[in-house]
């Protein structure tokens, strides 16, 4: 098995998205001293305590930027093929996961890697592995994926 990029159906927006991506980074760890990990951010705004301005703008920026790319381009379309009782597990999985691992591969795999944190590094090396040895699984050995 090999991964293939189609580059005739590449476009130069996943650049501009990696580099919008890489300057909030920064300027969350400049500005404020905070990093930038989804999961963290959002489970805050569960937590009975008020959250912050800028944890609320944070969520608020990932639900309104799609909203505003599909003003200017199409949005990709989504296929889900999967059962909803296997999503709202993968999703418990997920959630349980990120609380295991103390963060999420936003948390990890970009800020804490840009870091150069070891724990990071370890994470996210656990997360690839888990992903891959998941989709194996599901694939070639219960078929669901």
């Not at 804490?112 to 699984?137: D, E, H, K, Q």
Request: overall charge positive; some cysteine; hydrophobic content about 50%.
């Amino acid at each position: 098995m090999s991964i293939q990029i189609d580059w005739q159906a590449f476009t130069p927006i996943s650049l501009v998205g990696g580099i919008i991506l890489g300057m909030a980074t920064v300027i969350l760890l400049l500005g404020i001293g905070r990093i930038a990990g989804i999961s963290g951010i959002f489970s805050s705004l569960l937590k009975p305590k008020r959250a912050e301005m800028w944890q609320v703008l944070f969520i608020v920026g990932l639900v309104v930027s799609p909203v505003l790319y599909g003003l200017v381009r199409p949005l990709p379309e989504i296929a889900v093929s999967g059962s909803l009782p296997l999503l709202v597990a993968a999703g418990m999985l997920v959630g349980f996961g990120t609380r295991l691992g103390s963060g999420c591969t936003s948390g990890h795999g970009i800020c804490g890697n840009a870091r150069l944190s070891p724990r990071s590094m370890a994470a996210t090396v656990t997360f690839m592995f888990f992903g891959m040895v998941t989709v194996y699984i599901g694939r070639h050995v219960v078929g669901l994926i």
